[in-house]
């Protein structure tokens, strides 16, 4: 087997690896440090969770640990696509480069931009940065990418899905053309294959398992939930989740859960909160510091449940992650891989649940497809009571109601209705009736009724017709 002292490494390098308590390297970092040291470009395609940061970093440390670097012009770059990702990424440049004298500087949203000049300006070896941020700093002429030597591109597909691509593009057109690349990346979509052919100069390619599968250390399993009215199911699945939670118990040390949307990831967390549950959102919207707030939480422990869009994917290193919970079956199949590999990291077990609603059906068969297996099915941890009650009655079950009713009828005695003691009797109210209609309209405050025109009877009407003719 071999070990970290066989890979031509810094020894001030493999000093920090040591006092880390690493001894032997993984897969993606056998096949891609030798190569990498060699100056050659590389191409590794692997799982999430692998240890594919430490297989650029190692070398990266190791061939910039002679040289110094110049104000504005970084030696290295690395780009990440999220904040999370490039924090964790400058994480483990401080573990293994703290025997040696070399700067970084971390480039990130959130952040302010005098802080990330300043910094720049004293010049730094190595540049981490998502791919706005380090446009936003080169458009404003604080920047210059002439001196990179070597070039690290982290999670491709990510940056893909992202839509980011196009930046990547104009980054490499930015930087020289004999610059060393290692490209890293889960799957190989068409694009990606595209931007390799473009970019990468022979490299040598580094594929420790076969694209988009996921751990074999990692549990899965699937709840298929059906909801009642549409109106009530967001409330429905929800309980189905505190359940599911429940169920693990003492298992579910820590879980992350993810959500499509980053409204549902806000409404998720609240309502598991309202409930007593120990958890925090985290989402693209959120500020820089609350981020960082909640994952170094998470990360410590003082945080047990941490509801997550797919940003937090690809940016979260929590070694010791037992579950994770896709609230909803992810949209585009490569995630569900990259979710689940939140568990189950170093060789460690971990399970993954996923509840599956009726419209999200299509969308777990990709993912089966994209991972050749059939998730396990599980029981639904609590009877849908309500959805059984809220559920529409069909023609049937609306004929078969209505007959128990008419035979219930039929099988009661029939009682006599008492008459109500406050209620005027049949014959009485008959007979005012009758009185009422023989006199409507005649009021009686005006004297005796009147016959005829009464005294209002014209003169010339009362003469007769002879008296007429004569007048």
Do not use: W
């Not at 076969?210 to 009530?232: C, L, P, Y």
């Not at 820089?288 to 979260?316: E, I, M, W, Y």
């Not at 299509?362 to 396990?376: G, M």
Request: hydrophobic share 35%; proline share 5%; net charge positive.
């Amino acid at each position: 087997m071999t070990k970290f002292n066989e890979l031509n490494l810094n020894p001030k390098v493999l000093k920090a690896i040591e006092e880390a308590g690493y001894e032997t390297p993984t897969p993606i970092q056998e096949g891609a440090i030798p190569a990498a040291l060699e100056g050659r470009d590389v191409l590794g395609i692997a799982q999430t969770g692998t240890g594919k940061t430490a297989s650029f970093t190692l070398p990266m440390i190791t061939l910039l640990a002679r040289g110094r670097a110049r104000a504005r012009m970084p030696r290295s770059l690395v780009l990440c696509p999220t904040r999370e990702l490039a924090a964790q990424v400058a994480e483990n440049f401080d573990t293994y480069a703290k025997h040696l004298k070399l700067t970084k500087a971390l480039l990130i949203g959130g952040v302010s931009f005098k802080e990330q000049d300043a910094l720049i300006d004293r010049g730094v070896d190595v540049l981490i940065a998502t791919p706005g941020r380090l446009l936003d700093h080169f458009e404003r002429g604080k920047l210059l990418l002439t001196g990179v030597q070597i070039m690290v591109v982290d999670e491709a597909d990510r940056m893909l899905d992202m839509g980011f691509i196009p930046d990547i593009e104009r980054i490499f057109s930015l930087t020289p053309f004999t610059r060393q690349t290692l490209f890293f990346s889960a799957t190989m979509a068409p694009e990606i294959e595209r931007i390799t052919d473009t970019f990468l100069s022979a490299p040598t390619r580094v594929e420790v398992a076969r694209q988009a599968t996921a751990s074999e250390t990692i549990e899965q399993g699937v709840v298929m939930f059906k909801g009642g009215r549409r109106d009530r199911e967001a409330s429905q699945k929800r309980n189905v989740l505190r359940a599911l939670i429940d169920a693990e118990g003492e298992k579910c040390t820590n879980a992350i859960i993810f959500c499509n949307r980053k409204t549902d990831v806000d409404i998720c967390a609240k309502s598991l909160k309202k409930y007593g549950y120990d958890a925090a959102a985290i989402h693209g919207d959120l500020d820089q510091s609350q981020r960082t707030k909640t994952l170094d939480g998470f990360r410590d422990g003082s945080l047990r449940l941490l509801v997550a869009s797919d940003v937090a994917a690809r940016g979260l290193d929590v070694p010791s992650v037992s579950h994770v919970i896709n609230f909803d079956v992810p949209g585009h199949p490569e995630d569900y891989v990259h979710r689940i590999g939140r568990t189950g990291r170093a060789g460690r077990e971990g399970k993954a649940i996923t509840i599956c609603s009726s419209r999200d059906e299509k969308a777990l068969a990709a993912v089966e497809k994209l991972i050749q297996k059939e998730i396990p099915r599980l029981n639904n941890p609590i009877e849908a009571d309500d959805s059984k009650a809220d559920t529409p009655k069909t023609e049937n079950q609306h004929k078969a109601a209505d007959t128990k009713k008419s035979d219930r009828r039929k099988s009661e005695p029939r009682t006599e209705r008492e008459p109500r003691k406050d209620r005027e009797p049949r014959k009485d109210r008959e007979s005012r009736k009758d009185k009422e209609s023989k006199g409507r309209g005649r009021r009686d405050d005006r004297g005796p009724a009147v016959v005829g025109m009464g005294d209002h009877l014209p003169s010339f009407i009362a003469l007769s017709f002879d008296e007429r003719r004569a007048g």
